[in-house]
């Protein structure tokens, strides 16, 4: 019983975002002129899983105390990199997909030798970096274009048994195959650790290094995979400085009202999905409610400060100031 | 097909379930032309494909599906689509009219696109923001029914219909007011627009092609002003201090700019063929007297109109080209009229060209004015 209450309590934030995105959602779906159907669910969810990948990669860095300022360049280059790749026969498209996730996995260690070996403040270290990789974007893809193998593309972006949006299943994927197994190894709890307390963790014989290049590089992988869905979604590539600096603060966001502190050491990649779920779903709103275009920027600020507010509804609840300063 | 299902244990079963859905788009039927009133739908080219969509009954849900919003283009064009949308012979085809910007994010674009088709409206208006990522959306939409209209930043794609003026003719119309007044010797400014687009380009290229057609010999002295005012005008004023005087100037947008350089650096009136600001259009107006002779051609917002029409007329099953030519509104010394060609109460920012009359399509200014940038 007091198992159970812990455990409550500390996804409190992952269970709050999960209430906002049920009830904004059906908001949207009640408004809708066409209400829930298995293509308004796959729009919705297409566009959803792409935030919810950058978010869940930017959870990790965020976990060990940092900030990935890069996340959404390494979504711009692999993109780029998947549009030149992804394409031709069965063998070459299954090559092109490896060698995708391995440059954002690549990216992402770099990131973290940097900051490991560099002892270098990550927020800097990934403002450069991001630029390194814009840059690498930009020299694959001068104009927008290439390909990719339409066939894998449109079971990416249709249904699976005409029920359920593939990008949901590949997302379940990603958090089973990837998310739960990290969290619970050695390494992954590390990461919390480190975030929590550096010292602290040190002392207990965390590998602190292992932990932060882990992040880092699993980070960078994940913002591969949202790279390679994004290839899916546009059929292309495109060095879009406005689209990666829109999806490194989005993904911020995300984290935030996912309920990941950003101090590090607590929350986690599934709240993260939901906090991008939450985002995606205030664009929609916009869809169903007529609103000006010039008020769309400021409608979407607020619900965005009232969403990250939400995270810090704990200081209601504390005892004792002290408590704030942890 | 077979072996492609070996790529993952797991993507085999998505490929049949995939499959059935991916199948092959439907979308309109190819005919040969000429198709519905080509003096305003005017082909391309002679090698443009015509199309013809099923017929459905009036009145129509039409959608814009905008990328990028706040500059004043973009805002007298979402204007200009109300303004339009309300004009007694096109209000009884619309039931309804709904405009969503969605910034410059592609997936959320291409998101909102979808929303439209899986809403049921009839017809899709659309500035993209990438003019590769759509070709997922056009098969969507082909396969609904819905007549997708890209005009402005047009698609690499010839499966839908797409509206736009004809760039490099522009470039030729601009050329062709220098060359009427220099004969095929002189000293010209030109100033070109945004580095690496393809409107910049083709423009040049067209204002190009004419002036170094053979017999001709001019000295062009080239530079970059972004097509913005304050740009123009620093390049402009810059050029003018280097090169003294110039016999004529091309300017492809921030034409106000370039004339009130000249001003400024006491440069004498010359022949000036530029864009459509209404500035530019008050300043032609006004000095036409003493030499400053305009011809004024321009991507008009009022394009947005045509892209409105375009999307009527395929609705109700007419034949129009796959690539429509937009007539290009042009207007030369002596024809600036005030409040009908250009608008002295208005500011500067406003773009002129709102009636292409081929198209029975006039939008007076005062209409636009008084529409509010916000959705219906």
């Known amino acids: ?326 | 097909m077979v072996t492609k299902a070996m790529l993952g244990a797991g993507l085999a079963a998505l490929l049949v379930a995939g499959a059935a859905s991916s199948s092959f788009a439907a979308g309109p039927e190819v005919v040969s032309g000429p198709g519905h009133n080509p003096s305003c739908f005017a082909p391309f080219n002679a090698d443009t494909k015509h199309f013809k969509f099923e017929a459905k009954e009036p009145p129509y849900r039409i959608a814009l599906a905008n990328g990028f919003v706040g500059n004043t283009w973009r805002i007298q064009m979402i204007k200009s689509l109300k303004a339009y949308a309300e004009q007694p012979d096109v209000k009884p085809l619309i039931k309804e009219l709904k405009i969503v910007s969605t910034g410059t994010d592609v997936a959320a674009q291409i998101a909102a696109v979808d929303n439209f088709i899986n809403s049921g409206y009839d017809a899709i208006l659309t500035i993209a923001v990438n003019p590769t990522a759509f070709a997922p959306v056009i098969r969507r939409a082909n396969r609904a029914g819905v007549v997708l209209v890209p005009f402005d930043n047009v698609l690499d794609s010839d499966k839908i219909i797409q509206v736009n003026e004809d760039q490099s003719e522009i470039g030729r119309i601009n050329a062709r007011w220098l060359l009427k007044h220099l004969g095929t010797s002189g000293k010209v400014l030109e100033v070109r627009g945004l580095p690496g687009n393809s409107v910049d380009r083709d423009r040049h290229l067209g204002f190009r092609e004419l002036m170094e057609a053979g017999g001709n010999s001019f000295e062009i002295v080239e530079v970059v002003g972004n097509w913005d005012d304050g740009t123009a005008q620093k390049v402009t004023a810059d050029a003018i201090a280097v090169h003294g005087k110039f016999d004529a100037i091309f300017v492809q947008g921030g034409s106000t700019g370039v004339v009130r350089a000249m001003m400024d650096a006491k440069h004498p009136f010359v022949p000036i063929s530029g864009e459509a600001e209404n500035g530019f259009r008050k300043l032609c107006a006004k000095h036409a007297d003493e030499g400053l002779l305009c011809s004024s051609a321009g991507q008009s917002p009022g394009l947005v109109a045509i892209a409105a029409k375009t999307a009527l007329t395929a609705l109700q099953g007419k034949v129009l080209p796959q690539y429509v030519s937009v007539p290009i509104p042009l207007v030369e010394h002596p024809d600036f009229k005030a409040n009908v060609n250009y608008f002295p109460d208005l500011t500067d920012n406003f773009f002129t060209p709102n009636e292409f009359p081929p198209c029975n399509v006039n939008i007076p200014a005062t209409e636009i004015m008084a529409k509010t940038e916000a959705d219906q």
């Open chain 1, 1 to 326: 019983m007091k198992d159970l209450k812990l455990r409550l309590g500390q996804s409190q934030g992952v269970l709050l975002a999960i209430l906002v995105f049920v009830l904004m959602f059906t908001l949207y779906i009640a408004n809708h002129p066409a209400g829930l159907t298995v293509p308004v669910a796959t729009t919705a969810a297409n566009k959803a899983v792409l935030l919810a990948l950058v978010a869940m990669a930017q959870t990790l860095p965020v976990l060990t105390g940092g900030l990935d300022l890069s996340v959404g360049m390494i979504f711009i280059m692999t993109n780029c990199v998947a549009s030149s790749l992804v394409s031709g026969d069965p063998w070459q498209v299954a090559v092109g997909i490896v060698i995708v996730l391995l440059t954002g996995a690549l990216a992402g260690f770099v990131n973290g030798a940097i900051v490991v070996y560099g002892r270098l403040q990550p927020i800097i270290t990934t403002l450069a970096t991001g630029a390194v990789y814009y840059g690498i974007a930009l020299l694959l893809r001068p104009v927008p274009g290439g390909e990719v193998d339409e066939d894998l593309a449109d079971i990416m972006t249709y249904t699976v048994f005409e029920v359920v949006p593939t990008s949901l299943v590949l997302l379940l994927a990603v958090v089973v195959i990837i998310w739960l197994p990290f969290r619970n190894s050695v390494i992954g709890r590390g990461c919390y650790a480190v975030g929590s307390a550096e010292g602290a963790a040190y002392m207990s014989g965390v590998s602190i290094d292992r932990s932060k290049l882990a992040a880092y590089t699993l980070s960078g992988l994940l913002a591969g995979v949202a790279g390679l869905m994004l290839t899916f979604i546009t059929f292309s590539g495109e060095a879009s400085a406005p689209i990666g600096g829109t999806y490194t603060l989005n993904s911020i966001a995300a984290v935030v009202i996912g309920g990941t502190s950003l101090y590090g050491g607590t929350g986690g990649a599934i709240g993260s999905i939901f906090g991008a779920f939450i985002l995606r779903t205030i664009d929609d709103l916009l869809f169903v409610f007529d609103l000006p275009p010039l008020w769309q920027p400021l409608f979407q600020g607020v619900v965005l400060l009232v969403a990250v507010s939400l995270g810090a509804a704990r200081v209601f609840r504390i005892r004792n100031r002290l408590e704030l300063f942890k």
